[in-house]
């Protein structure tokens, strides 16, 4: 069992940056996969970002590529998003993700098995 908190999340201007951490209880942290999520009023949840069990591998939704970096500390069982550039498009409730695959990148919601409560990220325009 793994439980995640994220936190980091507020209102910022059109151009700002802000960095999300999600912090992990357990021992295992460092077996699993880890992703960033997001989802909009009125829109699905959609894959942000991911990182392998560790952080050899990355991956990135087209929309943030060249904005957003993932990482992670398993010393301190820990995972997360540095947002810069950011756009109203953006504005979301962005949820992190524990995937039992560690070693794979997967963007399908269905495939990760312990998410977190969510922290709200609000760019203004």
């Known amino acids: 069992q793994v439980q995640l908190v994220e936190s980091g999340g507020g209102l910022v201007q059109a151009g700002g940056s802000l960095r999300l951490s999600c912090a992990a209880s357990?021992?295992?942290?460092?077996?699993?996969?880890m992703g960033w999520f997001r989802q909009a009023p009125g829109k699905e949840r959609e894959y942000v970002a991911g990182?392998?069990?560790?952080?050899?591998?990355?991956g990135y939704a087209d929309s943030v590529k060249g904005r957003f970096t993932i990482s992670r500390d398993n010393a301190k069982n820990t995972v997360y998003l540095q947002m810069n550039s950011l756009k109203p498009e953006d504005t979301a409730v962005y949820y992190c993700?524990?995937?039992?695959?560690?070693?794979?990148?997967?963007?399908?919601?269905?495939?990760?098995?312990?998410w977190g409560q969510g922290t709200q990220v609000a760019v203004s325009s």
């Open positions: 990182v392998t069990w560790n952080g050899g591998d990355t």
């Open positions: 357990g021992r295992t942290f460092s077996n699993y996969a």
């Open positions: 993700a524990a995937d039992l695959a560690g070693h794979l990148l997967r963007a399908a919601p269905y495939e990760y098995a312990y």
